[in-house]
């Protein structure tokens, strides 16, 4: 089975390396974003993908635009299947179409729900108790193809966005063969979504990271909190400074809202409704601390 593999950041890596370790399929072709300058210095860095393609020995492709010379190009490896993962951008139908068995993506959420960019994060700020992925045959528009198969998993109560998506793709990473050879051999055939109970999720950016303990309540700032982990992060003004959330939990401490003081021997952050608990924090211009290193020298 012959296989084009379309991806860029870390999370793709997993079901490349799950492809390539497979003896019943050939990853002919890998396409991903171009190199592009990062970090203060702007070094120009290749997308993971391309460096874990370039160990494997993979012909690595990397258009600056998806036009019709290169979806002609594309036909000459006379795939079975694309498979795409987090690549970056909205393919074409002609792409979609080039090879024998279509495209395939793994998104993750339970498809019609969350379609878009964020769909762990929006899972985790809504405090979903279930999510899973999708696999999904693909068309030009935004997560929208018929479903092949579901896989759905409990959302533990101490993930991050971090550990739950990577979770996420070692699931998906490890079904992926079967998923593929099932579509081939016509055991799978592609369910249309429930137009009806679609629902989108926007794309997360910095300015999400800020609340206001004031307004928001302590259970949906820890949901925020979770979903923003690693980045954009979590933050609040702090006597006109801005305060970092580094670690925290819920709390049944009683101290007012916007108050951040300590009680009964905890550092608590007082919240619209409910209170939270500050376990390690940073205050602009410092450097991170514990709460009782921040107690000690702030309060």
Known sequence: MKIIFYGTPDIALPFLQTLYNDEEIEVVAVVTKPDKPVGRKQEIQSPPVKKIAKEYNIEVLQPEKIDADFVDFIGNYEADFNVVIAYGEILPTE????????SINVHFSLLPKYRGAAPVQTALLNGDKETGVTFMDMEEKLDAGGIYYVKKT???????????????????????????????????SPIPQNEDEKSFCKKINKQDAEFDPNKEEAELIMNKYRAFYPWPGLFF???????????????DGDVGAGELKKHEGELILGCKNGSLKINKLQLEGKKPMSDKDFVNGFL
Do not use: F, Q, W
């Open 95 to 102: 792409l979609l179409d080039a090879p024998t068995h279509g």
């Open 154 to 188: 409990p959302i533990e109560s101490d993930e991050n966005a971090e550990a739950l998506l990577i979770r996420l793709s070692e699931v998906g990473a490890i079904l992926l063969p079967t998923v593929l050879k099932d579509i081939s051999e016509k055991v799978l």
């Open 237 to 251: 003004m702090y006597e006109g400074k801005r305060c970092k959330i580094l670690k925290c939990e819920l709390s």
